[in-house]
């Protein structure tokens, strides 16, 4: 009786809340151009920034960073941690609600996690569960836990990091066993797919969080041109771009009919090296290459100055910089480095960035330049980023040069790229001594005890180099001035329940 | 006679057809490495390469390959994206009347500024506006068109701000905001056929004035305006409706450019988009597309020719 | 015309030529072509050497230079030297558009020359896979060879290659069909000559002018596709310049530096033109009967 009181009493409320939320502009369609096109739909097979950020708004997951990057209760109201730290229990939000109408239970949670999991999938986020040992159990229809072999503290932020451990309901897998439209509990459903041109997200009115979303749908198309995107949003013919030309930032800055946002950004840009091709295994060609260039310049010029220039993974303004700068450009020392290594005369090497990602064939014609200093000859090898991702995962370069982004916990920043066997480990970078400390970073949940260790991991990756960093560029998102409550957030999330648009 | 000329112009647009489904069913077959792999990305198991292999059908003969691809073919079944699983002629439909209606606008614009410029030319041959006429034409034919393109938007769209740089509205929504958006793809693509017009219309009012009925009519004392019109323009619009079917391959192709320079959902943005992917199944079929629709306009030129001048003979 | 044929064979081909280079000469349109054809090889040949910078040499604190003494062509995002990359470039739009060409030509005249002077099945075979290849506009063509060859300007120069093959197909059947029952070719048959012999020595010279013209024009369209393709970042690599390319790279900041959008296109537009031009100039002295045409 008590409870049915109490729940007319919540309905009253969120009622209450949901009439506000009318008034404050609800409906309508936000035009937005992503800037790359997406590819599989499906969280466990997708790995790119375009097709992750579609996600974000049909996928919910567990837990979840809000704005300010704190981590909040999401699909789950609350979870504990086991006395031996291996098992996670998470208790979940009741009646959630599939956008196809079902409840969301412990069920499905365990089934998506099976199969993120599943080495048959393949997922290049796996790690994100402690990999395919960890055992997924039902407790109940609102309870599930998750054991990992070892001990993983941070699982909780690793399951909010992105959508591939969203949960999706088993309905979406087709006949042969692949997701092209997955289902979720988020705010909005996936309602039109025209390949990769044009997709549609439409209103979830199922949706648990009542009044959202406050947008009726979502018209997703790519625009590859960043002149075209801007033009677009400058034109009217978009409401939201996805992101800018860094050379256009003042130009958009004063246009009055575009807002432009900045945040610092959870990413860097680098460059890996193969270690298993010489002469990149010897560390003294590495650190010779890293102190022969100018990172400010890099910056400059690859980005247009909306970055920091940084020679270890993390940028200031995030919780974890170590401040540890061994790399100021010293030309003289790389040369005699160069020399003990026996490549007094230089060397040729193939730097290979991605096309589409302008940054990087900017960046890379910088480097050619600053390398030539000191005798290594540079040869460009742009190639599509298909091509890109299949020749790193055959170790098939010289170097390869992209960036990082989303990146949250340390974790993402050493134990992902660098610890030994690693998915995402493709310079054949190896030190035990660095991944006993990535190792323990994971077992340990304090925050000073925790910076400690990946200070001391930090500066063994440093001096080590099988990656040379470059840059930490900011986010910029921009959109038209009648869009209202979209936040540039330093993990390059896009969340769009929280848009409305005013005429 | 004539259903013979018909019935062989049918019979060689057939043949061209079944020829293309050859050429862009190698496409897929040529591929180095595996398409199967190539969809599925680098962290695929050998395990899920060969499922997949199997339901793209890899594993079969080349000839049963074939044979299924045609089958399916004839029931409109282009099969389905390498990239993204999703089927690929409803990605084709979508985007064939916006090249469809580029390329109409286009040639539409071009005929208009040939038809004027060529008869004028030929009829004053070595007059100032014929060696304006020439001139213009000569640069139409060397500017590249995307390199037009980009500057009209930088004149109309940047600078005065009166045309939308890309984009497109279904004609269906809102004519206006459609025409807004087709006119500077239209003008760039018809300007430089227009171009290459100008030249073929100038040399057949040429040809044809100096042919003996001409000469006839002139020396019959029939006044040159009536001369021009009812027997030079008449006979000189066979010649000419042979050069506009032939600029039609040409100006597709360059639909196809500049479909890509203004952002326009088309057959020819989707031809990139599935060469910079690596999408081949989706190139296979947007080439096919487009070879099958340059096949008929062809048939269609023929026949027309074949009504304007029924004396032909094969 | 026959007498100008067998005055070839007969007495040296320099009269010939000579009455060829003296109607080149006066044609002014073609005479333009030459000129600047020969600038566009002067360019490619001594580029490196007349060049005032380093093509790819960056200098941090003039980008965005407007032209000026020290960069005629201005400079661009990264304060490299427009008219030294364009110089460079020259290089890149003429040899793909040579090879490319060149493949074309051997190819397709061979093909041609093939089905004009073989059996009627080599005929049928070969002149109806060039109806097929003619349904595909070209540079969707080249777009698709692209995809299977992937990226580069050696690739770039395979697919140009193999796009203007069916038109010198076209060109050399229709002009070996023309020829082949002519009294001289009958003459080296019935004299016994092979038919190899006769198709190099005896109908290829009587065929060479319209191939010459073609030639000359398929460069131009060459250049064209050049471009295009490197506009769509499918030929040369990054630094190295190439039109197309600078123009796809630039394409950003034409808006405050129109210099870097203008030079490279007119260059593009201007080769085009002179190619376009001599092709125009080598027809009317090579072959006085297309005069007017």
Same mark, same amino acid.
């Given at each position: 009786?008590?409870?049915?009181?109490?729940?007319?009493?919540?309905?009253?409320?969120?009622?209450?809340?949901?009439?506000?939320?009318?008034?404050?502009?609800?409906?309508?369609?936000?035009?937005?151009?992503?800037?790359?096109?997406?590819?599989?739909?499906?969280?466990?097979?997708?790995?790119?920034?375009?097709?992750?950020?579609?996600?974000?708004?049909?996928?919910?997951?567990?837990?979840?960073?809000?704005?300010?990057?704190?981590?909040?209760?999401?699909?789950?109201?609350?979870?504990?941690?086991?006395?031996?730290?291996?098992?996670?229990?998470?208790?979940?939000?009741?009646?959630?609600?599939?956008?196809?109408?079902?409840?969301?239970?412990?069920?499905?949670?365990?089934?998506?996690?099976?199969?993120?999991?599943?080495?048959?999938?393949?997922?290049?986020?796996?790690?994100? #569960?402690?990999?395919?040992?960890?055992?997924?159990?039902?407790?109940?229809?609102?309870?599930?836990?998750?054991?990992?072999?070892?001990?993983?503290?941070?699982?909780?932020a690793s399951l909010a990091a992105n959508k591939s451990t969203g949960i999706v309901?088993?309905?979406?897998?087709?006949?042969?066993?692949?997701?092209?439209?997955?289902?979720?509990?988020?705010?909005?459903?996936?309602?039109?797919?025209?390949?990769?041109?044009?997709?549609?997200?439409?209103?979830?009115?199922?949706?648990?969080?009542?009044g959202l979303p406050y947008l009726d749908e979502v018209i997703i198309r790519p625009?590859?041109?960043?002149?075209?995107?801007?033009?677009?949003?400058?034109?009217?013919?978009?409401?939201?771009?996805?992101?800018?030309?860094?050379?256009?930032?003042?130009?958009?800055?004063?246009?009055?009919?575009?807002?432009?946002?900045?945040?610092?950004?959870?990413?860097?840009?680098?460059?890996?090296?193969?270690?298993?091709?010489?002469?990149?295994?010897?560390?003294?060609?590495?650190?010779?290459?890293?102190?022969?260039?100018?990172?400010?310049?890099?910056?400059?010029?690859?980005?247009?100055?909306?970055?920091?220039?940084?020679?270890?993974?993390?940028?200031?303004?995030?919780?974890?910089?170590?401040?540890?700068?061994?790399?100021?450009?010293?030309?003289?020392?790389?040369?005699?480095?160069?020399?003990?290594?026996?490549?007094?005369?230089?060397?040729?090497?193939?730097?290979?960035?991605?096309?589409?990602?302008?940054?990087?064939?900017?960046?890379?014609?910088?480097?050619?330049?600053?390398?030539?200093?000191?005798?290594?000859?540079?040869?460009?090898?742009?190639?599509?980023?298909?091509?890109?991702?299949?020749?790193?995962?055959?170790?098939?370069?010289?170097?390869?040069?992209?960036?990082?982004?989303?990146?949250?916990?340390?974790?993402?920043?050493?134990?992902?790229?660098?610890?030994?066997?690693?998915?995402?480990?493709?310079?054949?970078?190896?030190?035990?001594?660095?991944?006993? #400390?990535?190792?323990?970073?994971?077992?340990?949940?304090?925050?000073?005890?925790?910076?400690?260790?990946?200070?001391?991991?930090?500066?063994?990756?440093?001096?080590?180099?099988?990656?040379?960093?470059?840059?930490?560029?900011?986010?910029?998102?921009?959109?038209?001035?009648?869009?209202?409550?979209?936040?540039?957030?330093?993990?390059?999330?896009?969340?769009?329940?929280?848009?409305?648009?005013?005429? | 006679?004539?259903?013979?000329?018909?019935?062989?112009?049918?019979?060689?647009?057939?043949?061209?057809?079944?020829?293309?489904?050859?050429?862009?069913?190698?496409?897929?077959?040529?591929?180095?490495?595996?398409?199967?792999?190539?969809?599925?990305?680098?962290?695929?198991?050998?395990?899920?390469?060969?499922?997949?292999?199997?339901?793209?059908?890899?594993?079969?003969?080349?000839?049963?390959?074939?044979?299924?691809?045609?089958?399916?073919?004839?029931?409109?079944?282009?099969?389905?994206?390498?990239?993204?699983?999703?089927?690929?002629?409803?990605?084709?439909?979508?985007?064939?009347?916006?090249?469809?209606?580029?390329?109409?606008?286009?040639?539409?614009?071009?005929?208009?500024?040939?038809?004027?410029?060529?008869?004028?030319?030929?009829?004053?041959?070595?007059?100032?506006?014929?060696?304006?006429?020439?001139?213009?034409?000569?640069?139409?034919?060397?500017?590249?068109?995307?390199?037009?393109?980009?500057?009209?938007?930088?004149?109309?769209?940047?600078?005065?701000?009166?045309?939308?740089?890309?984009?497109?509205?279904?004609?269906?929504?809102?004519?206006?905001?459609?025409?807004?958006?087709?006119?500077?793809?239209?003008?760039?693509?018809?300007?430089?056929?227009?171009?290459?017009?100008?030249?073929?219309?100038?040399?057949?009012?040429?040809?044809?004035?100096?042919?003996?009925?001409?000469?006839?009519?002139?020396?019959?004392?029939?006044?040159?305006?009536?001369?021009?019109?009812?027997?030079?323009?008449?006979?000189?619009?066979?010649?000419?409706?042979?050069?506009?079917?032939?600029?039609?391959?040409?100006?597709?192709?360059?639909?196809?450019?500049?479909?890509?320079?203004?952002?326009?959902?088309?057959?020819?943005?989707?031809?990139?988009?599935?060469?910079?992917?690596?999408?081949?199944?989706?190139?296979?079929?947007?080439?096919?597309?487009?070879?099958?629709?340059?096949?008929?306009?062809?048939?269609?030129?023929?026949?027309?020719?074949?009504?304007?001048?029924?004396?032909?003979?094969? | 015309?026959?007498?100008?044929?067998?005055?070839?064979?007969?007495?040296?081909?320099?009269?010939?030529?000579?009455?060829?280079?003296?109607?080149?000469?006066?044609?002014?349109?073609?005479?333009?072509?030459?000129? %600047?054809?020969?600038?566009?090889?002067?360019?490619? %040949?001594?580029?490196?050497?007349?060049?005032?910078?380093?093509?790819?040499?960056?200098?941090?604190?003039?980008?965005?230079?407007?032209?000026?003494?020290?960069?005629?062509?201005?400079?661009?995002?990264?304060?490299?030297?427009?008219?030294?990359?364009?110089?460079?470039?020259?290089?890149?739009?003429?040899?793909?558009?040579?090879?490319?060409?060149?493949?074309?030509?051997?190819?397709?005249?061979?093909?041609?020359?093939?089905?004009?002077?073989?059996?009627?099945?080599?005929?049928?075979?070969?002149?109806?896979?060039?109806?097929?290849?003619?349904?595909?506009?070209?540079?969707?063509?080249?777009?698709?060879?692209?995809? %299977?060859?992937?990226?580069?300007?050696?690739?770039?120069?395979?697919?140009?290659?193999?796009?203007?093959?069916?038109?010198?197909?076209?060109?050399?059947?229709?002009?070996?069909?023309?020829?082949?029952?002519?009294?001289?070719?009958?003459?080296?048959?019935?004299?016994?000559?092979?038919?190899?012999?006769?198709?190099?020595?005896?109908?290829?010279?009587?065929?060479?002018?319209?191939?010459?013209?073609?030639?000359?024009?398929?460069?131009?369209?060459?250049?064209?596709?050049?471009?295009?393709?490197?506009?769509?970042?499918?030929?040369?690599?990054?630094?190295?310049?190439?039109?197309?390319?600078?123009?796809?790279?630039?394409?950003?900041?034409?808006?405050?530096?129109?210099?870097?959008?203008?030079?490279?296109?007119?260059?593009?537009?201007?080769?085009?033109?002179?190619?376009?031009?001599?092709?125009?100039?080598?027809?009317?002295?090579?072959?006085?009967?297309?005069?007017?045409?």
């Amino acid at each position: 009786m008590r409870k049915i009181a109490l729940s007319f009493l919540l309905m009253f409320v969120l009622s209450l809340t949901a009439g506000m939320v009318a008034s404050q502009e609800s409906g309508g369609t936000l035009r937005a151009a992503w800037q790359a096109r997406w590819e599989s739909l499906d969280p466990h097979v997708a790995s790119s920034e375009a097709t992750f950020q579609i996600l974000n708004n049909v996928l919910e997951t567990l837990t979840f960073f809000d704005d300010d990057m704190n981590l909040i209760p999401w699909l789950a109201e609350d979870w504990e941690n086991s006395e031996d730290g291996l098992t996670w229990t998470f208790y979940l939000r009741e009646g959630v609600l599939f956008s196809n109408g079902r409840e969301l239970t412990a069920e499905d949670v365990k089934w998506s996690f099976d199969r993120l999991i599943d080495p048959e999938i393949g997922s290049g986020n796996a790690f994100r #569960l402690g990999g395919a040992g960890t055992q997924i159990d039902v407790i109940d229809d609102y309870t599930v836990s998750i054991t990992t072999e070892s001990v993983v503290a941070t699982l909780p932020a690793s399951l909010a990091a992105n959508k591939s451990t969203g949960i999706v309901a088993p309905e979406s897998v087709d006949d042969e066993g692949f997701i092209s439209t997955p289902i979720g509990s988020g705010p909005f459903v996936i309602s039109e797919i025209d390949g990769t041109t044009r997709l549609v997200l439409s209103r979830n009115d199922g949706y648990w969080q009542e009044g959202l979303p406050y947008l009726d749908e979502v018209i997703i198309r790519p625009i590859t041109d960043d002149v075209a995107r801007e033009l677009a949003l400058q034109g009217g013919e978009v409401d939201w771009i996805f992101t800018i030309a860094p050379q256009n930032l003042d130009a958009l800055q004063a246009d009055d009919n575009v807002i432009v946002e900045t945040a610092p950004r959870l990413a860097y840009d680098y460059f890996g090296l193969n270690l298993n091709r010489e002469p990149f295994d010897d560390v003294r060609v590495r650190q010779a290459i890293a102190m022969s260039i100018d990172r400010q310049v890099i910056c400059d010029f690859a980005f247009f100055g909306i970055c920091e220039p940084v020679q270890g993974p993390t940028a200031s303004g995030t919780p974890w910089f170590f401040d540890y700068a061994p790399y100021d450009l010293d030309l003289d020392r790389a040369r005699e480095l160069l020399a003990e290594a026996g490549y007094e005369d230089g060397f040729t090497m193939e730097i290979m960035p991605a096309v589409g990602f302008d940054e990087t064939i900017r960046g890379a014609q910088v480097v050619q330049q600053q390398l030539a200093e000191v005798g290594i000859e540079v040869v460009i090898g742009a190639v599509e980023f298909g091509e890109w991702l299949e020749r790193q995962g055959a170790g098939d370069f010289d170097a390869f040069m992209l960036s990082w982004l989303g990146l949250t916990d340390a974790e993402d920043y050493f134990f992902l790229q660098h610890r030994t066997g690693q998915t995402f480990n493709f310079t054949g970078y190896s030190n035990p001594e660095f991944d006993e #400390l990535v190792d323990r970073g994971r077992e340990v949940s304090d925050f000073d005890e925790r910076f400690a260790i990946y200070e001391e991991a930090n500066r063994i990756l440093v001096d080590d180099a099988p990656y040379i960093f470059m840059y930490a560029k900011s986010e910029v998102k921009a959109w038209s001035p009648n869009v209202q409550g979209f936040v540039v957030r330093p993990d390059s999330a896009v969340n769009f329940w929280t848009v409305s648009l005013d005429n | 006679m004539s259903t013979r000329y018909i019935l062989q112009r049918l019979f060689f647009a057939l043949f061209v057809i079944v020829g293309v489904t050859f050429v862009t069913f190698m496409i897929v077959q040529l591929v180095p490495g595996d398409p199967a792999r190539v969809s599925l990305g680098v962290q695929a198991t050998d395990e899920l390469v060969e499922s997949r292999r199997e339901r793209l059908g890899l594993n079969r003969p080349l000839m049963e390959q074939y044979a299924t691809w045609l089958y399916n073919l004839t029931r409109g079944d282009l099969g389905y994206s390498l990239i993204t699983g999703q089927p690929i002629t409803p990605q084709i439909v979508n985007r064939l009347p916006v090249t469809l209606q580029l390329a109409g606008l286009a040639i539409t614009v071009g005929v208009l500024i040939a038809f004027p410029l060529g008869f004028i030319s030929a009829t004053r041959p070595g007059s100032v506006i014929d060696v304006i006429a020439s001139f213009i034409s000569q640069i139409g034919i060397a500017v590249p068109d995307f390199w037009m393109g980009i500057l009209l938007v930088l004149l109309f769209s940047t600078t005065l701000g009166w045309l939308p740089p890309s984009g497109y509205t279904p004609i269906t929504e809102d004519f206006g905001d459609w025409l807004s958006h087709m006119i500077l793809p239209a003008l760039t693509t018809g300007m430089i056929s227009g171009a290459i017009l100008t030249r073929f219309v100038r040399s057949a009012m040429l040809e044809v004035m100096g042919q003996n009925y001409i000469q006839t009519a002139r020396a019959k004392g029939l006044r040159e305006r009536t001369v021009i019109l009812r027997h030079a323009l008449r006979n000189a619009l066979i010649t000419i409706v042979t050069v506009v079917g032939l600029q039609m391959t040409a100006l597709i192709g360059s639909v196809v450019v500049i479909e890509i320079v203004f952002s326009l959902q088309g057959l020819g943005n989707l031809v990139l988009d599935a060469v910079l992917d690596r999408d081949y199944t989706l190139l296979q079929g947007a080439v096919f597309v487009v070879a099958v629709l340059v096949t008929f306009i062809n048939l269609t030129i023929d026949l027309l020719y074949y009504l304007l001048d029924p004396r032909i003979e094969y | 015309m026959s007498a100008d044929v067998i005055s070839l064979d007969q007495t040296p081909s320099r009269t010939l030529l000579q009455d060829v280079l003296f109607r080149f000469v006066r044609h002014r349109v073609g005479m333009v072509g030459a000129v %600047i054809t020969s600038l566009l090889i002067l360019a490619a %040949i001594f580029g490196p050497s007349i060049a005032p910078h380093e093509p790819n040499r960056m200098h941090f604190t003039d980008v965005y230079a407007p032209p000026s003494l020290e960069y005629p062509f201005g400079a661009d995002d990264f304060g490299r030297d427009i008219f030294s990359r364009v110089l460079f470039g020259a290089r890149v739009s003429l040899m793909v558009g040579v090879v490319a060409v060149s493949i074309a030509l051997v190819v397709g005249t061979t093909l041609g020359m093939i089905a004009g002077y073989g059996r009627r099945f080599f005929d049928e075979a070969i002149m109806r896979a060039m109806d097929v290849l003619f349904a595909f506009p070209t540079i969707l063509l080249a777009l698709a060879i692209i995809a %299977i060859l992937g990226r580069g300007v050696s690739n770039a120069m395979i697919a140009i290659g193999i796009v203007y093959i069916p038109i010198f197909a076209r060109i050399a059947r229709g002009e070996v069909l023309a020829v082949k029952n002519e009294e001289y070719v009958e003459a080296a048959r019935s004299l016994g000559a092979g038919h190899g012999r006769i198709l190099l020595h005896h109908v290829l010279p009587n065929i060479l002018a319209p191939l010459i013209v073609q030639t000359a024009l398929s460069l131009s369209f060459a250049i064209l596709a050049e471009a295009t393709l490197s506009f769509f970042t499918l030929g040369t690599q990054p630094p190295d310049p190439s039109w197309g390319r600078m123009l796809s790279e630039g394409r950003g900041f034409f808006r405050h530096s129109i210099w870097m959008g203008l030079f490279p296109g007119l260059a593009i537009m201007f080769s085009v033109m002179g190619f376009n031009f001599l092709g125009d100039g080598l027809r009317d002295a090579l072959d006085p009967r297309l005069r007017n045409r």
